[in-house]
């Protein structure tokens, strides 16, 4: 174990909102986490994973429901000096201009003059934005606006920089030039940050750029693995031990939770009852990674990893087609694998009709909600019940947005199977075909 | 102007239920305030005898300086709504106790007929200043303000509360102290929708400042000099000519207004908006590229700044401290239930005395029977002016080289004061000797109806150019184009000009119902004319009563027809 101290520690965190109901949400359970000097580590999950959530309980944005996070020993309260952020989508201050972005951390630092105009021009020329100290973002291209995002925190000479999808809102293109700028810096030790925690759904610009990877659950957010990346840089996708990590990390986030993990929780898929919450996934989706598991060169049986580049899906629209199609029983999902079942290599044979028949059967099969729904509307003499009957019996399970999107997703996969129909004016389910 | 006009804005902010406790709270306290000034100013209204008249006179020479002193009044009372706004509605915002009434008070507020009050706030504010003009002055910004100042509040509310999660992470992240988030993040990301407001404002404004120049309190009329005294004037004495010179004074200071004033600031204020969607073309005006260009614009810009940061730095952020600190919080939530509790009690106790007991029940069920024609006129008219304005507003939007043309003049015309051109109609009436009952009701809707009108050009120009080319090429024409394109297409923007037209007709009811020209008096049965009368005759009871009526027709209105249809609108027939 190396030996460089500690910057950050964060020891038991919990974090949970309250329900309207008074129960509570946990979207964040038993998080523990050490920041060494001299290290990048990356928070990789989906979303939903709660790894945005801790990194807004470390910049002091918002407070943990139990535990402690120290910085340097002391712990947080709000946002510490020494720790600054990158967001995803830039948040520039539209109205001033870049070297007013960038100075407004050493303003309210009430930094005297001339050393604001000295760090800012210096932050400014180490990004790369040299002559662009007059522009307005609205002038600027993304990954431009990024830099200045990258500028503006790096001129308060923190000592650790938070990175919240940093490079997820910019072309391909950018984001790799962003990230390789980012890391020659970081290799040269030209920024002033000692750590770094780097938040992503990107498995690829995880091991590009951390020293260790904490791979992140969803339902509540945990850590599933650590993973430490010794690969030295500057790192090559084609390096056989780096797909070997990637394939590595599939794996670890395509495992069957273990039982002893799972109780108690509302795990997402498997082993459903009605109170699981349902991924908009359309049908449409999901008869389109059907069909291209079905075809050569998988013919039934497609590598995560390489699919996913194939169709050009990051883990964030991948995994939850994947999930539905296990959830459906269209396919298994194991050891970053995506198998097809008989019924799911059936269904990406049929034509619409019989793929309706198909999705029909396993819908009601396997969903507890379609098949409660359905039974409700078959019972009844009217052979209609309104809407808000079943978001009550959701919301003893989940929150008021995660049902109105369960109810969402069902309607529309019941539409598609015509096993149920819905009438979003009067927000009636019924059984009539329209007319 | 197009652009501007695109830009909407919810009328009536988060509030979606029907009522609430803390709307009836509102309601009483606003009415009970009223109520109160009511009762204050019958007392206060003897020294008023002795005020000095100005003399005023028809020559068109003086015309100038009129208009002058009517567009400083005009400045005054934005300013003093400025303030209002970034008090007011921060302090909404920002303390979620506060917000509960606060919010609701603001409402109830937008639906108060303010115009048959002034009477009311002169002797308020002239018993401040006894015998001198300038209490009068101070009348008259307060009645300006209060046409303006409530949807501005609205809508820097709406935008405090509605700051992207990130930016306000970001002022929070690099440690902002609440000072310098309120001038760099808070104000800049609210002005964009502040001066959009504060040009729907000014039209309102502009109808009031020419109100409430010329105003009778019982025996004593209080006269400003001004175009709105002016034309005032020119009634009494019958000049028909006066009339046409006071008009196009108008005309010329609105103009002036829009172009000095409105389209720099909202060219300017685009720097400000926060969605940064491209292809929309950004507002020119020539005013500000010669402002950016001056150097002593650029000194004043300079200060401002310079006066932002340094006060910046003179408040100091105070880090929160480690939460422990419950106990404190459940006492001064006590407090503040007790006074609201206070303040809804006196407000029970003032119409109770103010009102209640100097009205009777006949006298109250009467005043509601005016109420409903009055109602029913300005549904008539909404109808009416929708039956001409949609399908011509469909066809201009439809037409972007026209469209460029008439919206700047719609929007033009709904700034320009309409009871300016009353003289005219109502010269009319009198020549011809039409039934003013109804020949008095178009005057209700001569200035609001251009909401109608501007705000569907604005909807049909919206309509995405595929949707119409899919029309086109389906063969779709005719009534069926109307019911299945044109209508769902334009109803979210109608509904918003509807719900503003209908706001200021009630508004206009108070000066349109009863008018005179020279000693001739032409009166219709309504509401409004209920007030002017009772305003006329100084009975504060009487205003109180009308006044308080009239709020409560409006505000359940609002609850009961256009908010829902509103809504249906919005949620049905968006088109993002």
Known sequence: ???????????????????????????????????????????????????????????????????RISYLGQPIFGPAAGIAMVFQSFALFPWLTVYENVAIGLEAQRMPKAEIRKRSLAAIDLIGLDGFESAYPRELSGGMRQRVGFARALVVHPNILLMDEPFSALDVLTAETLRTDFLDLWSEGRMPIKGVILVTHNIEEAILMCDRILVFGSNPGRILSEIKVGLPQPRNRLDPSFRELVERIYVEMTARPTGTAAVGRQERFPGLGIGSILPQVSPNSQAGLLEAVAAPPFNGNADLPKIGSDLQMEIDELFPVAETLQMMRFAELEGGDLKLTDDGKAFAQADLDERKRIFMRHLLAYVPLAAHIRRVLDERASHSARKSRFVDELEDFMSEADAENTLRAVVQWGRYAEAFAYNDANEIFNLENPT | MSEVATRRFGPFGFLRDLASRWDLAAFVVVIGLIAFLGEAARGLFVPLSQLEVTPMSLDPSHLPEYAARTTLRMLAALGVSLIFTLTYATWAAKSERAGKLLVPILDILQSVPILGFISVTYVFFMSLAPGRVLGAEFGAIFAIFTSQAWNMAFSFYQSLRTIPTELSEAAESFRLSPWMRFWQLEVPFGLPALVWNMMMSMSGGWFFVVASESISVGRTTVVLPGVGSYIALAIEKRNLAAIGWAIATMLLVILIYDQLLFRPLVAWVDRFRVEQEPGAREPQSWALTMMRRSRLIQAAKLAFHAAVLWTSRAVKRSDPPPPDAVGPKRRSDLLWVSLVGAAVALGIWHLVAGVIAGTSLPEALHVCGLALITMLRVFILIALASLIWVPIGVWVGLRPRVAQIVQPVAQFMAAFPANLLFPIAIYGIVVWRLKPDIWLSPLMILGTQWYILFNVIAGAAALPAELRYATASFGIKGWLWWRKVALPGVLPYYVTGAITASGGSWNAAQVAELVTWGHTKVEAKGLGSYIANAATAGSFHRIVLGVGIMSLFVVALNRLFWRPLYYYAERKYRLT
């Open chain 1, 1 to 67: 174990m190396s030996s460089a101290p500690i910057l950050l520690k964060c020891t038991d965190l919990r974090k949970a909102f309250p329900k309207p109901d008074g129960g509570e949400l946990l979207v964040l359970d038993g998080m523990n986490l050490e920041l060494e000097e001299g290290q990048i580590v990356g928070l990789l999950g989906r979303s939903g994973s709660g790894k945005s959530t801790l990194l807004r309980l470390i910049a002091g944005l918002a407070e943990p429901s139990a535990g």
